[in-house]
T-cell receptor, first 113, second 115 residues
Framework: DSGVTQTPKHLITATGQRVTLRCSPR?????VYWYQQSLDQGLQFLIQ???????AKGNILERFSAQQFPDLHSELNLSSLELGDSALYFC????????????FGPGTRLTVL | GESVGLHLPTLSVQEGDNSIINCAYS??????FIWYKQESGKGPQFIID?????DKRQGQRVTVLLNKTVKHLSLQIAATQPGDSAVYFC??????????????FGKGTLLTVNP
């Protein structure tokens, strides 16, 4: 158990819908990262937040957004969902903003029908 | 169009043997590298990391070797056990500058340990 929690574990929705994935980092960690893992693209970095502020951006679509709240939990919002958005979404956390071990949560499996 | 899945390199070893998993990284400026293990249905689990000012680092039963000349990273697992069966990913920090941290993951290697 990494100490990072993610909810929900599974999510099934329809195209065009919007969903919110939630992540609670390890106690004491200030940095949160979101990743997408799919069969054809592998594990892709989406976005990083540190202490409430966006820190780095990766291959995140404009339909996706994220935020980190004062209690340090984070949410990833996915809107106008497409079939191709079906994937595992992982959250990771680390204590510092740079060059620090990232601990991954168990993931949320999103299925778009 | 047809979806093409990742075709993972695979490594099959006997229990008790040593395993070596290789990774070629892309960015000669990468300053930090990590190996992760991912078991089926779980999130990636940290194994070991190494900074670019080192060429070797050892952990418990694992050793990471870094060859910056040829941009190659390897993970050695001693006395491989069935519980080591998983997909192993290398990741490099491809963020530019000291304040930018962005991990880029390799496609992974599937390790199967035969009892």
């Amino acid at each position: 158990d990494s100490g990072v929690t993610q909810t929900p574990k599974h999510l099934i929705t329809a195209t065009g819908q919007r969903v919110t994935l939630r992540c609670s980092p390890r106690s004491g960690d200030l940095s949160v990262y979101w990743y997408q893992q799919s069969l054809d693209q592998g594990l892709q970095f989406l976005i990083q937040y540190y202490n409430g502020e966006e820190r780095a951006k990766g291959n995140i679509l404009e339909r996706f957004s994220a935020q980190q709240f004062p209690d340090l939990h984070s949410e990833l919002n996915l809107s106008s969902l497409e079939l191709g958005d079906s994937a595992l979404y992982f959250c990771a956390s680390s204590a510092r903003a740079v060059l620090d071990t990232q601990y991954f949560g168990p993931g949320t499996r999103l299925t778009v029908l | 169009g047809e979806s093409v899945g990742l075709h993972l390199p695979t490594l099959s070893v006997q229990e008790g043997d040593n395993s070596i998993i290789n990774c070629a990284y892309s960015n000669s400026a990468s300053d930090y590298f990590i190996w992760y293990k991912q078991e089926s249905g779980k999130g990636p689990q940290f194994i070991i990391d190494i900074r670019s000012n080192m060429d070797k680092r050892q952990g418990q039963r694992v050793t990471v070797l870094l060859n910056k000349t040829v941009k190659h990273l390897s993970l050695q697992i001693a006395a491989t056990q069935p519980g080591d069966s998983a997909v192993y990913f290398c990741a490099e920090n491809t963020g530019s500058g000291g304040s930018n941290y962005k991990l880029t993951f390799g496609k992974g290697t599937l390790l199967t340990v035969n009892p």
